[in-house]
């Protein structure tokens, strides 16, 4: 293990004061019997001291520390849907053609109670998607994405992502659709292995994508209510909100 240099200097100077003060100690007092009293106490105490500092009040910065990095990335998040994610579920939902079954459980989750959420997303991955790329717009898809590049660049070099490898993989499945989806001139006329490759690509961003909105949407029931009644009201899975 590499040790700085300025590390071991100040080591060894705190080491010779300590030694300096407990020779002051014994040239003033002459009382080597309390000198070794207070070395020992010192000694005991240095352990309680470790467990105070290090272990408790370590772990007490370390919780703040990342439950103020989880409330930002929980701001990232809201950001993305915002700005692309709300949107892009709504585009996969018209070239999924089991649309109808997804859209009828999750456009009642506005009314769920809380304890519905905590197992909901995992029920995503139980849901078959099969998305078909002739059902939609690829065109629109083609242009949304390439439009939102820049943006899902700038968040995925966020540090913030660090602390949630669930949202991080949703942003590279989103990235790597938009790269394959930019990388063809005429996404309306492809070959039939293009077209295979490009609704499993859909696929997989469309299953992290359904499954991070239902954990940001018990994120939002459970601390900003306010903002929850807004997602409610532009749901995705709402075909009413298609006209909106």
């Not at 990232?76 to 018209?94: H, M, Q, R, Y």
């Not at 898809?141 to 602390?163: I, P, T």
């Amino acid at each position: 293990m590499k040790i700085d240099k300025w590390k071991l200097a100040w080591g060894i100077l705190l080491i010779f004061l300590s030694i300096f003060f407990y020779a002051v100690h014994f040239i003033v007092f002459r009382d080597p019997h309390h000198l070794f009293i207070f070395f020992v106490g010192d000694i005991a105490f240095a352990f309680i001291e470790v467990l105070l500092v290090t272990m408790i009040i370590h772990e007490l910065l370390n919780y703040r520390d990342k439950k103020s990095a989880i409330e930002k990335l929980n701001m990232v998040i809201g950001a993305f849907f915002s700005e692309a994610g709300t949107d892009l579920l709504k585009i996969f939902t018209s070239f999924d053609r089991n649309a109808d079954k997804i859209k009828s459980w999750l456009i009642a989750c506005g009314e769920w109670p809380e304890e519905k959420f905590e197992g909901a997303a995992g029920q995503c991955h139980l849901y078959e998607y099969n998305l078909d790329c002739h059902s939609g717009d690829m065109k629109y898809l083609q242009d949304f994405l390439v439009q939102k590049r820049g943006f899902l660049l700038n968040l995925l070099q966020n540090s913030n992502l660090l602390e949630h490898e669930r949202f991080t993989n949703l942003l590279w499945a989103v990235f790597h659709l938009t790269e394959e989806m930019a990388a063809r001139t005429d996404v309306n006329r492809l070959s039939i292995t293009d077209y295979k490759h490009l609704a499993h690509d859909m696929e997989r961003a469309y299953m992290l994508l359904v499954s991070e909105w239902l954990e940001y949407m018990k994120h939002l029931k459970r601390n900003y209510p306010y903002l929850f009644s807004l997602a409610m009201r532009t749901n995705p899975f709402d075909p009413g909100q298609r006209q909106k």
